[in-house]
């Protein structure tokens, strides 16, 4: 049982997931761009932190879902830990989400359903670039392009290589700007990804 007020007003929600959603829209009116643009932390098996930008691209009843190269360097460090956390940033809206989870992989029919709703170009070029590895020139990559584009005609399957990760939280932070910095956060934390039963919490800013 928390020891804190109830979050209110633009914190209110019996499901946390709702309200991501909930901010999200509105955050979908107000961007210039990317409103689901994401913060994607990671860590290496020896503890050193990473981090890069990527699309949220479901937002589920119990996880998030984005997609993603599966050789690529942030697929390595999630296949080895398990782990990952991201941060949604919104400058119009001055608020944050904050995500810290345990991570699998979605390479089922939504995966397949995903990446079928991509353009031609995107899909192809899924096939073509071995992510976060070494690139000869962009000559090179033009002319996998190219190759793939010949191999694979006009409705390339998805690739093996290429998926979903579905991050299944422990721990969901609202933040909004207050003034002089006194800004208002709540944090949901459950014992386990398969916990139904939340905690919630007013945190000091
Ligand atoms: C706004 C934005 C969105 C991006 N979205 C994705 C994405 O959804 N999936 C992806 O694989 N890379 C995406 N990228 C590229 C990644 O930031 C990153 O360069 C790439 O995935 C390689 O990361 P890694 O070497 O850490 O695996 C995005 C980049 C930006 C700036
Ligand atoms: C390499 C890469 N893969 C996947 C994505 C996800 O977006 P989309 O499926 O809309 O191309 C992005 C978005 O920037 C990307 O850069």
């Given at each position: 049982m928390s020891q804190t007020e109830a979050p209110s007003g633009k914190?209110?929600?019996?499901?946390p997931f709702a309200l991501v959603r909930d901010w999200l829209a509105e955050a979908t009116a107000s961007e210039i761009n990317d409103p689901n643009a994401i913060a994607l932390a990671t860590v290496s098996p020896e503890g050193l932190p990473n981090v890069r930008m990527v699309l949220l691209k479901d937002i589920e009843d119990d996880a998030f879902v984005f997609y993603t190269n599966y050789e690529s360097a942030k697929a390595g460090e999630i296949l080895a830990t398990g782990k990952a956390a991201f941060v949604m940033h919104w400058k119009s809206l001055r608020r944050q989400v904050r995500v810290r989870g345990l991570v699998e992989k979605e390479d089922g029919p939504a995966a397949d359903a995903y990446y079928a709703s991509r353009s031609l170009a995107s899909r192809l070029g899924a096939w073509a670039s071995k992510q976060s590895r070494p690139l000869k020139s962009r000559g090179a990559l033009m002319a996998e392009v190219a190759k793939v584009t010949a191999l694979k005609g006009p409705n390339p399957p998805r690739p093996p290589h290429w998926g979903g990760f579905r991050i299944r939280p422990v721990e969901i932070e609202f933040w909004a700007d207050g003034a002089h910095r006194l800004h208002d956060r709540f944090r949901w934390t459950r014992a386990?990804?398969?916990?139904?039963e939340w905690e919630v919490a007013r945190l000091n800013p």
């Open positions: 914190f209110a929600a019996t499901d386990d990804p398969s916990a139904t």
